[in-house]
DNA sequence: CTGTTAGCGCATTCAT
DNA sequence: ATGAATGCGCTAACAG
């Protein structure tokens, strides 16, 4: 009964030679316990090897420390890095992360959520503001808290960390149009349920629209985030006529493979061409020129979006629609347009 | 009572006018289970809205279906890469994934294997092979399962899905002295308590031993996986004499700066220097030259090792110790060697 | 400051 | 095929 599959804390106050409860509120960090007994404990659960059972624990007190996320893929370095901040700030407070990928699908994300609350995620953090409204509802049903990032729409119930997609979308384009650009072009990512990518699309038209450009005459490619994607895009939108001097594409993987087509056809990049990319990844230096690009706060966004699902119910108040500055990043891949 | 906080069980009994164990068999799927009691349940169940309790589940019947993931880095592509592949797996199948990033701390790691014992994960995925003893005697007395990845040998407790570094590493030296090099030198990633990364260092200073060059006369510098390191490094390796004139890199990231060191230096690639990477990144295609280098099966890592954890326990036996091939991937970063 | 009592929500005996 | 009873391991009341 010793060295059996595992002690149990009744066990610990056994040889501490006290009670139960006193064992858990050692256990807990609560301070009414005198030093002796403290000490006591803390010691026969090591001389035990005691790991408490989170579930009895969860079932007990109804906390879990359990926070959930779901994001499209993690094959995406941007989602990645806001992954990896979430779990080293939630880590820090003992809080530990159950992660899900939805493969940019609304109604696997749907599952995913009703997988999380079963499990007791107290929180949870979303990508965009575009779910099922099932999905907010029950989350909302069942008293868990949830963040969206990469925008910064709130619900009433939830918070949102992140930034403005049409804004930025408009941003790029105000680049480029100050540059003397007229002829532009963009390269987006799948917008079908996506309203990141909707946003950032939406926001570039409206810009040029606003500076007598018609959305109709910009050609406007989709992939998914793959080099090879920004590629061929690229090379339909230079098939174009009349051709852009300037594209915008919704991901520097894009726009990497978008430059990986211009010195494939001969096209100098800024010279014939120019190009911005979006999210500033650590590749947007390897292209040849580098990126110019529009930085995307990922690992802020983790952070933030840990440091509000750890607050307090009431400082959630303040915490509530951050909205994060998007910086452009200007390198070498852009330049001016030509006078027409 | 009915939109309250949530329906347990026991109202979904009730509702369906049959005991909470026939409800309890249900959900199980139990099929000992009338067709009409069965419907009448699951329809109470949608109803009610009920989402069951997963820790009182787990206690009652020591089945979480949670897992546990301890990686270093979630900004390391490869990582993230089978992270998701093995995500996707468990997901299929109602396993829920609990992720850490260790930093590349082993002492952290330690800690994070604790809390994942705590929860109740029936399994742990690790990186490499390198541990503290503690951490797997933790999960063998807690009769956790634990798979390593990215190395291909196993303990007689846990489990391993990978490949090996040290053969990986003599691959990348041989395929050098192939091309006729004789002066080599290596870019490593950060070899303490990185079994991986010394592995690959250890083979590929063997193989060049092995071809009367000695280790001591190869140079080999250290750095965490930043382009900037790469960068930095191979001007530090150029600096040395004779200078080399193939360097392997302990990762595509690394050989991506330093490549992008050779053409801010005016050094040709490959005719002035041969650059070998390791993992065959998406960005491996990016630079220019695009880069050689030896391609790691992340995603076939995490989707294997997510079969090993969801087999059996007898099904297992047959799973240890999978030992998967590393592939070169011949591109135009690596040339043949002057003769001396 | 510490012990006693009770029960969280469910799955599992054991009956029937 | 179904129901009644029991207790998983722990923490929260409440005493003392």
Same mark, same amino acid.
């Given at each position: 009964m010793d060295n059996e599959e595992g002690a149990?804390?009744?066990d $610990?106050?056994? &040889?501490a030679e006290c009670s139960p409860a006193t064992v858990s509120r050692v256990l807990n960090g609560n301070p009414t316990v005198n030093r002796g007994v403290r000490e006591r404990v803390i010691r026969a659960a090591a001389e035990l090897r005691y790991v408490p059972n989170g579930s009895a624990r969860a079932l007990r007190s109804t906390r879990t420390r359990l926070v959930g996320a779901i994001i499209p893929t993690l094959d995406h370095a941007i989602?990645?890095?806001? $992954?990896?901040? &979430?779990?080293?700030?939630?880590?820090?407070k003992g809080v530990s992360l159950i992660l899900n990928t939805s493969t940019y699908?609304?109604?696997l994300e749907y599952e995913q959520a009703k997988l999380l609350v079963e499990r007791g995620a107290e929180a949870v953090l979303l990508v965009g503001a575009e779910h099922r409204p099932q999905t907010l509802a029950m989350l909302e049903q069942k008293r868990v808290a949830y963040v969206f990032t990469y925008t910064s729409t709130a619900t009433d119930a939830g918070a949102a960390v992140g930034f403005d997609n049409e804004k930025a979308g408009r941003a790029a384009a105000r680049y480029l149009l100050d540059l003397g650009h007229t002829r532009l072009g963009m390269i987006a990512g799948i917008t079908q349920d996506n309203d990141r990518a909707k946003g950032r699309r939406d926001g570039f038209l409206r810009e040029l629209a606003k500076a007598g450009i018609d959305a109709a005459s910009v050609p406007v490619a989709e992939g998914a985030y793959k080099i090879?994607?920004?590629?061929?895009?690229?090379?339909?939108?230079?098939?174009?006529?009349?051709r852009p001097t300037a594209v915008f594409c919704g991901s520097d993987i894009l726009a990497a493979g978008a430059i990986k087509y211009c010195v494939e056809a001969g096209l100098a990049v800024?010279?014939?061409?120019?190009?911005?990319?979006?999210?500033?990844?650590e590749i947007a230096v390897l292209t040849a020129p580098e990126l110019t690009t529009l930085e995307v706060p990922a690992r802020d966004m983790g952070r933030l979006a840990a440091d509000y699902i750890l607050a307090s119910p009431l400082q959630r108040r303040h915490l509530r629609e951050r909205e994060l500055p998007i910086s452009l990043v200007v390198r070498g891949s852009t330049g001016p347009g030509r006078a027409n």
């Amino acid at each position: 009964m010793d060295n059996e599959e595992g002690a149990k804390l009744i066990d $610990v106050a056994k &040889l501490a030679e006290c009670s139960p409860a006193t064992v858990s509120r050692v256990l807990n960090g609560n301070p009414t316990v005198n030093r002796g007994v403290r000490e006591r404990v803390i010691r026969a659960a090591a001389e035990l090897r005691y790991v408490p059972n989170g579930s009895a624990r969860a079932l007990r007190s109804t906390r879990t420390r359990l926070v959930g996320a779901i994001i499209p893929t993690l094959d995406h370095a941007i989602y990645a890095t806001m $992954v990896d901040a &979430l779990q080293a700030r939630l880590a820090e407070k003992g809080v530990s992360l159950i992660l899900n990928t939805s493969t940019y699908d609304i109604d696997l994300e749907y599952e995913q959520a009703k997988l999380l609350v079963e499990r007791g995620a107290e929180a949870v953090l979303l990508v965009g503001a575009e779910h099922r409204p099932q999905t907010l509802a029950m989350l909302e049903q069942k008293r868990v808290a949830y963040v969206f990032t990469y925008t910064s729409t709130a619900t009433d119930a939830g918070a949102a960390v992140g930034f403005d997609n049409e804004k930025a979308g408009r941003a790029a384009a105000r680049y480029l149009l100050d540059l003397g650009h007229t002829r532009l072009g963009m390269i987006a990512g799948i917008t079908q349920d996506n309203d990141r990518a909707k946003g950032r699309r939406d926001g570039f038209l409206r810009e040029l629209a606003k500076a007598g450009i018609d959305a109709a005459s910009v050609p406007v490619a989709e992939g998914a985030y793959k080099i090879e994607n920004g590629r061929s895009s690229m090379k339909m939108l230079m098939a174009s006529s009349p051709r852009p001097t300037a594209v915008f594409c919704g991901s520097d993987i894009l726009a990497a493979g978008a430059i990986k087509y211009c010195v494939e056809a001969g096209l100098a990049v800024p010279k014939d061409i120019s190009i911005i990319g979006f999210d500033n990844l650590e590749i947007a230096v390897l292209t040849a020129p580098e990126l110019t690009t529009l930085e995307v706060p990922a690992r802020d966004m983790g952070r933030l979006a840990a440091d509000y699902i750890l607050a307090s119910p009431l400082q959630r108040r303040h915490l509530r629609e951050r909205e994060l500055p998007i910086s452009l990043v200007v390198r070498g891949s852009t330049g001016p347009g030509r006078a027409n």
